[in-house]
């Protein structure tokens, strides 16, 4: 999530949770993305107001984040109704969405968003033009509206990636099975077909599915077995599969089985695994699988040597991830009217760069072209 890309829960694609702390944003602010009560890019991590209890978050050209006495709160771009205030102005502040206090498991897509509420049940608003908010029709909303009865959603996914591969969302319940809706001309749904479904359709009938991750028109999901597995478009290898082939239906990336929390950009995948070692695969143009080099790779390769690592998430071009000792890297694009890598330059980096010498970072964020993380 946050994911990425990506959607993070305290929260995930990779979360842990506590009792809140400091949230700071960075990159691209042109709708105020990143709360400061302007428009002004930053490259470098900036403080979102004076509180101390965020506990969720997540980013793209919109922002969504939960405090830790589950007010929902948003802000940025709102041309869809994503920030869930019923209507469509922006808003470089954040604005607490309605006034309860059970929100959790927040998901940002380009321009629609998701939430868990502690009761189980799953809301979803703005842009609905594939179905992806699941709610039977392909009608945007400006402010929350259930998906469906249920009361056992576990955890939610969409793509912050540019163009249609956004517009495809994965949920998890507690009972491990795996839904999906949305978008699907790559078979990114992981249905076997390339038919678009406006509400939650049951990935196969297997109930050990774990972190789900969506991508540019792909994507992602481990399971409780400690496999990773990949589907949708496979051009430049971002699926894993050692080729660039179209899967339909999830397909396991190779026979390991320690995969942990995996992360998908527009092009590019990385994945940690529970020893701490961390893998990337797929289009690498401006460095977003941390190798040291710009050479496309169709398979998990590792990135460096170390065995700290936790909680990846991806913008479109870009990675964040956090260590185990509290400090937080970024790599790749990172554009002149962006800078989403926090690293107080524009220059793209090809290796993990860190940022500041803070060590207790604890939920990454990451956008198109934007980054976050809470701050204990």
């Known amino acids: 999530m946050f994911a990425s890309r990506n959607f993070l829960f305290v929260k995930s694609a990779g979360g842990g949770g506590g009792g809140g702390g400091k949230l700071f944003l960075w990159g691209r602010n042109n709708e105020g993305t990143l709360g400061q009560n302007n428009t002004i890019n930053r490259s470098s991590p900036v403080q979102v107001g004076t509180s101390t209890t965020w506990s969720q978050i997540d980013t793209g050209r919109h922002t969504l984040a939960v405090n830790s006495a589950g007010q929902l ?72 509206k259930q998906i469906g009865s249920l009361t056992t959603w576990a955890t939610v996914n969409i793509s912050t990636a540019v163009g249609n591969g956004s517009r495809a969302t994965l949920a998890t319940d507690t009972a491990g099975k795996l839904f999906a809706w949305g978008y699907n001309g ?20 297997l109930t050990n599915w774990k972190t789900p991750s969506c991508g540019g028109n792909f994507s992602l999901c481990t399971k409780t077995d400690g496999t990773l597995w990949a589907w949708g478009n496979g051009s430049y290898g971002r699926l894993g599969h050692n080729n660039t082939t179209y899967y339909s239906s999830p397909k396991q990336v190779g026979s390991l089985t320690n995969w942990d929390t995996p992360a998908a950009g527009n092009d590019a995948s990385i994945c940690s695994k529970t020893d701490g070692k961390l893998f990337s695969w797929g289009r690498n143009s401006s460095g977003p699988l941390g190798l040291g080099d710009t050479v496309y790779r169709s398979s998990p390769v590792q990135v460096g040597a170390l065995t700290n690592w936790s909680k990846p998430v991806m913008g479109s071009f870009s990675a964040i991830c956090l260590k185990t000792d509290g400090t937080l890297w970024s790599w790749g694009l990172n ?29 990454p964020a990451a956008g198109a072209f934007t980054g976050g993380c809470i701050q204990s």
Do not use: E, H
């Open 73 to 144: 709160w948003s802000w940025g771009k709102n041309l869809n109704g994503q920030l869930g205030l019923g209507d469509t102005v922006d808003s470089s502040s954040p604005v607490q969405v309605g006034a309860l206090t059970n929100w959790a498991n927040p998901s940002v897509g380009d321009s629609d968003s998701f939430c868990i509420k502690s009761d189980g049940t799953l809301w979803g608003w703005g842009s609905n033009d594939s179905g992806q908010l699941g709610l039977g029709n392909s009608t945007s909303y400006s402010s929350p």
């Open 186 to 205: 790559q078979g990114q749904l992981g249905l076997g077909d390339v038919v678009t479904r406006t509400s939650p359709v049951q990935v196969g009938a």
């Open 335 to 363: 554009g002149s009217t962006s800078s989403m890598l926090g690293l107080n330059d524009i220059i793209s980096r090809s290796s993990p760069v860190q940022i500041g010498s803070l060590t207790t970072w604890t939920v």
